[in-house]
């Protein structure tokens, strides 16, 4: 039987160091802050956001949720993003994505002081990150690494196949699976038999935005799957390709209308040695890793 890596074990093995942290910081007169900047009313992203906000609660650390409507202008952001840098109660500033059309999402992201840029998202934070300098690394690869550690899963010398190379997940991934010392194969919509590539790898990263995109011929025996992937399954059709005769997610779908697989089909896990199950895998981890980013910022910026 493959192992399963359970994401809700080790978030809350994280966030309880970080509101250890918290503490230890209070003593010394040290309150971290994070502000959400959430605009518009996207039904998922008040979720995340609020989920973000309580765990903040709950951990001590200060936050503050920042609602512009939705009409609102990338001028306007902007002026908003100056005054967070600008404030000494925030470490980190958040800005929940996606942002209406008319606002300039990257500049947006661009103007965050990378000092407080806890998403990671900053070109110079992804160069540092790169660079192997101590930077603010996206809460979702960062979360991938805190898995693998943590389940004692060897990094160093595992080939590590990332299966996607966007800035956000796959090319962070990569770098952070390298600074381990895995070495690391980065495949995309232009890789040529790419399931001659997945099937090398000890550690198969799959961060692709494609429902079980990765069936079991793609998977080496023994490898250890961590699946990013997050979609959601809203036709009896969807749903039967993957969970027909599963009770439990009948349950689910029965009562929401719908239910999430990641990028890898699930039968493809029975050919793992470990996997991340989605959901309760890797989601979980970005929160905790959102917090343990902002305690990171406060203490960087005040050279703790
Ligand atoms: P993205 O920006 O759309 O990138 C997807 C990547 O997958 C691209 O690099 C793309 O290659 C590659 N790809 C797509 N189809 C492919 C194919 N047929 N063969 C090989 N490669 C293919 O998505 P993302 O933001 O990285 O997110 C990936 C997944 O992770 C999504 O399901 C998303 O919902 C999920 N996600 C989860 C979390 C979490 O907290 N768990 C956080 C972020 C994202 P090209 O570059 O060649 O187009």
Known sequence: MPRILDGAVIAAEIKQEVAAEV??????????????????????SQIYVRSKVQTCEDLGIYSELITPPDTVTTEEMFELVAKLNDRDDIDGILIQLPLPAQVDAKALLDAISPAKDVDGFHPVNAGRLQAGRPALAPCTPAGIIEILKRSNLPIAGQHAVVVGRSDLVGKPAAMLLLHQN????????????????TRQADILVAAIGRPGFITPEMV????????????????????????????????????????????VDPKAFEMAGAYTPVPGGVGLLTVAMLMANTVHAAKMRRGL
């Open 23 to 44: 503490k230890q910081l209070a003593a010394q007169g040290v309150r971290p802050g994070l502000a959400a900047v959430l605009v518009g009313s996207v039904p998922a």
């Open 182 to 197: 895995a070495t690391v194969t980065i495949c995309h919509t232009k890789t040529r038999d790419l399931g001659a590539m």
């Open 220 to 263: 080496k025996p023994g490898a250890t799957i961590i699946d990013v992937g997050i979609n959601r399954l809203n036709t009896r059709a969807e749903f039967d390709r993957f969970f027909a005769g599963n009770a439990r997610r009948e349950a689910t779908f029965a009562k929401r209308g719908s239910t999430i697989v990641g990028d």
